[in-house]
């Protein structure tokens, strides 16, 4: 059984007060939802007062990227000990916000997945494919090239670690949701990629999140698809009672 993630990515939104209002708004909300992990991805300068007030309750904090190197002179960046020193236990990677503003590589993910591997925080790697992939029927060339750049020279031990997100481009901020089966069927190849690259016990249990204009209306529909495990959450994820909705789809639903 893989156990659902609702994980909210906040982006470049929300100052250290906010986040902890939010946080502490949120627990109360979230206490009793044991059906799945609960995740908010602060920015950086946010980690430690979402930390604070996630404290003894059932939410993570995952950071939204991080540099590779230990430390040096990397103006800007921020290495996972910092991460875990300002409270994360968990980091997104490759977002594909990231590979757009930042030209972020398949191979700078991959230095920055071993990196967040060793120093023992979870990553949550991000893959999909843009509009123009999608109208080119290049979906399942450009996943599968994430896939194999992004997670290259892994043990399937490392790999056990990792949570995917399934994110097609064009779905993310657009308002327009993959269809459930849309999002199925390449959440069914990302786990074929994995039994091909990792076997088929790592495969079964990796849980693969699918992100792009989730809402409180959509995710029930979702998550009765058989290889979503959770979702990455934007915009709907900003608003507590949102996100609540979205962490406790599971009441509104006879599933
Ligand atoms: P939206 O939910 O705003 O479409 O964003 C999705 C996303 O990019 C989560 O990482």
């Not at 056990?160 to 999002?183: L, N, Q």
Request: hydrophobic fraction near 45%.
């Amino acid at each position: 059984m893989r156990k659902p993630v609702i994980a909210g990515n906040w982006k470049m939104f929300k100052t250290s007060g906010e986040a902890a209002s939010f946080v502490e708004k949120l627990r109360p909300l979230v206490a009793h939802s044991d059906h799945c992990e609960v995740v908010v991805a602060p920015p950086f300068t946010a980690l430690r007062a979402a930390a604070d007030a996630a404290r003894g309750s059932n939410i993570r904090i995952a950071a939204q990227d991080m540099h590779w190197a230990k430390e040096g002179a990397h103006t800007g960046d921020i290495s996972a000990a910092m991460l875990e020193d300002a409270g994360a236990t968990l980091v997104i990677l490759g977002h594909s916000e990231r590979r757009h503003d930042h030209g972020e590589t398949d191979e700078e993910v991959n230095h920055k997945l071993k990196a967040a591997l060793a120093a023992g925080l979870g990553p949550v790697v991000c893959v999909g494919e843009t509009l123009a992939e999608r109208e080119a029927g290049e979906t399942r060339s450009v996943l599968e090239r994430q896939f194999r750049q992004g997670f290259a020279a892994l043990t399937a031990a490392d790999f056990s670690r990792i949570i995917i997100a399934y994110e097609p481009v064009w779905a993310i901020g657009t308002g327009r949701t993959a269809t459930p089966e849309m999002a199925e069927e390449s959440h069914r190849f990302i786990r074929e990629l994995a039994g091909a690259g990792f076997g088929r016990t790592e495969a079964a249990a990796v849980r693969i999140l699918y992100g792009g204009s989730v809402k409180p209306e959509n995710i029930a529909g979702l998550m009765t698809e058989e290889d979503i495990d959770g979702a990455l959450v934007g915009g709907a994820s900003l608003q507590v009672e949102s996100f609540a909705a979205i962490v406790n789809y599971k009441r509104a639903t006879t599933r």
